[in-house]
């Protein structure tokens, strides 16, 4: 059995965090908020106080952060992964963040014989919880055969896309269809509310002809009982959505459909429902049509 540090325990953090130490393996965590370190401690795990402190103590360190600046800043930063890491470890990111930046992580890294995998994950809290995620990853084959057996506790599909950054780019082509699929549903709900069809029916009718797709099998379940709460933050779904438009920018492709969907989830933010679930989409599109989805009380 391996010892890993895992650095980042939210949402999606801290049941991946949970599956790697139920799967047997030692664990040293630390997190920004202490609550779920605490839990964890009580449930086996090893409490650090900083990035060094859980990089020296371990073979493999995870992180899954909010964005590109603070996994710089854990890996590179003052008392930083790098402080503490010595030769021969693998550092595994399981953060959504710039294939640029996890490049450039990798190259300093390398730097004192630590090998990277870029390795962002997609299935929401559902997938984290039960371990089924899928899991893209770029790295070397060497580091990520040395890995694979970690990833087998929190994921289903696993795949080395390529090379350092490669692992990225996959997400960002996953969240291009994530962010078009939960506008395309929310246009979907609403446009059945307007006409005086169930909406509910309408997605049993619909969700495994030509029109099936992941968020229409989780998401409507949540929706029809009045629950938007998260899930995967609508925020962090802008956010990543900005690296797409980004990314998108740099190697020039075309991405005119994203373009849309996060102007559709900007307006969710300003909106302030940030914090709900990125299906909360849908809340923009009801406001526009001056309908609603759901329980007449939600609201």
């Not at 959504?96 to 300093?108: G, S």
């Not at 246009?187 to 029109?211: R, Y």
């Not at 190697?251 to 300003?270: F, H």
Request: proline share 5%; hydrophobic share 45%; charged share 20%.
């Amino acid at each position: 059995m391996a010892k890993i540090g895992y650095i980042g325990l939210g949402l999606m953090g801290a049941p991946m965090a949970r599956n790697l130490m139920n799967a047997g393996h030692e664990l040293v965590v630390h997190n920004r908020s202490r609550a779920i370190v605490e839990t964890l401690v009580a449930e086996g795990a090893t409490a650090a106080t900083t990035p060094a402190e859980v990089a020296a103590q371990v073979d493999f360190i995870f992180t899954n952060l909010p964005d590109s600046p603070d996994v710089e800043q854990v890996v590179l930063g003052k008392n930083g992964i790098k402080e503490g890491a010595k030769a021969g470890q693998v550092y595994i990111d399981n953060s959504t963040i710039k294939p640029a930046v996890a490049r450039h992580l990798a190259t300093e890294l390398a730097t004192i014989d630590v090998a990277a995998l870029d390795a962002p994950v997609s299935g929401g809290d559902i997938g984290a919880q039960q371990g089924t995620l899928t899991i893209m990853v770029g790295g070397t084959e060497e580091a990520f055969q040395k890995v694979y057996p970690l990833f087998e506790a929190i994921g289903k599909t696993i795949v080395l896309v390529g090379e350092s950054g490669a692992g990225q780019v996959a997400k960002v082509c996953n969240q291009i269809i994530v962010g078009v699929q939960m506008t395309a549903l929310a246009e979907a709900l609403v446009m059945a509310q307007k006409s005086g069809v169930d909406p509910e029916k309408v997605i049993t009718a619909i969700q495994n002809g030509a029109a099936k797709m992941w968020a229409m099998d989780v998401k409507p379940p949540r929706i029809f009982e009045g629950n938007r709460s998260p899930g995967f933050k609508a925020h962090m779904q802008l956010k990543d959505l900005n690296i797409c438009l980004e990314t998108g920018q740099q190697y020039g492709a075309p991405l005119p459909a994203t373009a849309l969907a996060t102007q559709l989830y900007q307006t969710l933010i300003q909106q302030g429902d940030g914090e709900l679930d990125n299906s909360a989409i849908l809340n923009v599109l009801e406001r526009m049509a001056n309908t609603q989805v759901g329980p007449e009380d939600f609201r």
